[in-house]
C-alpha cells in the first residue's frame, strides 16, 4: 500500500510541476533584451493559439468566437481552453516520466530547480507589479469623465480601480510590499518569510479579483497556487512555530555547487540579472510616468465645460431633457473626449486639437461625420463655431471648476469630529 501511495503522490506532485512548467514558459527567455524576448514570446503564444484553436475547433467542435488577440482579460475563453489543453500535455508527460523513471532519479535532479523556477518566476512577476505601483502607473484616479459618471453605472473594475487609484500613497505602499516579497523570494535564507508575504498578498489579490470581476482571476489564482508551493516544503516549520508555538529545526542551506569557482560564477550571473531587471523595470517604470501615467502632459483645453447655448443652422435649440441633437456638456479628459447628450446619450470622440490655428476635429467612433470646429477660450467660456456634415453649429460653453468636486478636495485630516461618509 505504501508504494503505491509514494508513487501516486510522486505522480500528483509531477502533474502539478510539468503543468507549471507548460505555463509559465517562455519565462525567463521572455526578458531578453533588444526585442528578442518579445520576439520568442509572439512565437510561443502563436503555437499556443494553433494548439488551442485544433483542441476547441477541431476536436470539440466548439462553434462560438475564440478571441485569440489580447484583449485585456486573462479570462476570456481561449485561456480556459488553453488551461485545459496545457493540463492534458502535462499529464500526458506525466504519465511517460513515470514510466521510464521508476527509480525516481530524474525527478530527484529536477526537483531542485523546478523550485528555483517557480521561486524565481513568482518573484519577478511581483517585481513587475511592484515597481507598476511604486511608481504609480498600475491604477489612476478618478478622471474628469468618471466624476460626472452616475455612481450606479460604474462597473465593479472600475470601482476598484478607482479605489485603488485614489489615493497614491496606498498604491506606492502595495507596490513596497510587492517588491519586498520579491526581494525575500530571492534569497534563501529570506525565503520562508517571503513566500509568506506573497501568499498574503496573492491571497488579497486573488480575493478582489473575484469580487470585484477582474478578468486576471485565473492568472492570479496560478500565482497564490505557486506561493503555496514555493512554501510547501516548510509548512511543519511554519504551523511549528506559527500555532504550536514550538521551536522548529534550522535548514543547513546547502550551495548549489560544490566547487567554489562555479559557485562564484553562479552568484555573478545571479547578481546580474537580478541588477539588470530591477534597473530595467525602475527605469522603465519612471518615463512611463511622464509617457501615459500621472506625470503626463495634459491635453489642450482640458477640462469639463457645459453648454449654455447651441445654435444649428441658426436655430438656437432649447435645453430638453428629450433632444437627441443638443449637447449638454463637452468634456475633454486626460485619455478620452466625450460629449454628452441632453437626453443622457455620451458620444465618445478622437479628437484633434490645433492649438496654433485654433480649430478642433471630434471625430465619433460610432459614426461616420465629424465636427470642425474654429475655437476661442475667453475668461471661462469657450466659443465653438464650425460644421457637421452640412449642417452649421455655433456653440458657447461654460468651464466648469472640476476642482471644486468634494472628492478632490477633501484631502486628508488627523482630526475628525465626525465621521465623513457621505
Not at 264 to 292: A, E, H, P, V
Amino acid at each position: 500500500m505504501k508504494p503505491l501511495r509514494s508513487y501516486l503522490s510522486l505522480g500528483i506532485v509531477l502533474l502539478i510541476s510539468v503543468y507549471f512548467l507548460l505555463y509559465i514558459f517562455p519565462f525567463p527567455f521572455d526578458l531578453l533584451p533588444f526585442q528578442i524576448g518579445k520576439a520568442f514570446s509572439i512565437l510561443i503564444n502563436e503555437f499556443w493559439q494553433r494548439l488551442v484553436l485544433f483542441l476547441a475547433k477541431d476536436l470539440i467542435g466548439f462553434s462560438g468566437k475564440i478571441t485569440t488577440n489580447t484583449s485585456g482579460s486573462g479570462d476570456s475563453i481561449y485561456y480556459f481552453f488553453k488551461l485545459i489543453l496545457q493540463l492534458i500535455i502535462a499529464m500526458a508527460i506525466t504519465i511517460i516520466w513515470l514510466i521510464f523513471d521508476g527509480k525516481k532519479t530524474l525527478y530527484n535532479r529536477s526537483k531542485p530547480y523546478f523550485k528555483i523556477y517557480f521561486r524565481y518566476f513568482l518573484a519577478f512577476t511581483l517585481l513587475s507589479y511592484g515597481m507598476a505601483k511604486v511608481f504609480p502607473n498600475q491604477f489612476w484616479g478618478p478622471g474628469l469623465t468618471d466624476l460626472l459618471k452616475p455612481f450606479g453605472d460604474i462597473s465593479p473594475m472600475g470601482l476598484l480601480w478607482k479605489f485603488m487609484g485614489y489615493s497614491v500613497w496606498y498604491i506606492v505602499f502595495t507596490g513596497i510590499l510587492e517588491v519586498l516579497a520579491c526581494i525575500l523570494l530571492l534569497f534563501r535564507n529570506t525565503l520562508k518569510l517571503g513566500g509568506i508575504l506573497s501568499f498574503g498578498i496573492l491571497l488579497n489579490i486573488f480575493a478582489l479579483n473575484m469580487s470585484y470581476d477582474v478578468p486576471v482571476k485565473l492568472y492570479s489564482l496560478h500565482l497564490l497556487i505557486l506561493s503555496i508551493i514555493v512554501l510547501a516544503p516548510y509548512f511543519k516549520d511554519i504551523v511549528r512555530f506559527f500555532v504550536l508555538n514550538k521551536t522548529t529545526n534550522s535548514h543547513k542551506i546547502y550551495p548549489y555547487f560544490k566547487r567554489t569557482k562555479y559557485r562564484r560564477i553562479g552568484y555573478f550571473f545571479k547578481s546580474l540579472i537580478i541588477i539588470t531587471l530591477f534597473s530595467t523595470m525602475i527605469i522603465s517604470n519612471y518615463t512611463n510616468q511622464f509617457d501615459y501615467g500621472r506625470k503626463s502632459q495634459l491635453p489642450p483645453l482640458y477640462g469639463i465645460y457645459e453648454v449654455e447655448n447651441f445654435i444649428i443652422n441658426n436655430d438656437t435649440l432649447a435645453p430638453l431633457l428629450t433632444d437627441k441633437t443638443r449637447w449638454r456638456r463637452l468634456t475633454i479628459d486626460k485619455y478620452n473626449v466625450n460629449v454628452t447628450k441632453m437626453n443622457g446619450d455620451i458620444l465618445y470622440t478622437g479628437n484633434q486639437i490645433d492649438t496654433q490655428n485654433l480649430s478642433i476635429k471630434l471625430k465619433p467612433f460610432k459614426e461616420d461625420s465629424s465636427y470642425e470646429f474654429d475655437y476661442a477660450l475667453k475668461d471661462s467660456t469657450l466659443f465653438l463655431i464650425g460644421t457637421r456634415n452640412k449642417d452649421s453649429i455655433k456653440i458657447d460653453l461654460k468651464v466648469r471648476d472640476h476642482s471644486d468636486f468634494y472628492l478632490l478636495k477633501r484631502g486628508f485630516h488627523w482630526i475628525n469630529e465626525f465621521p465623513n461618509n457621505r
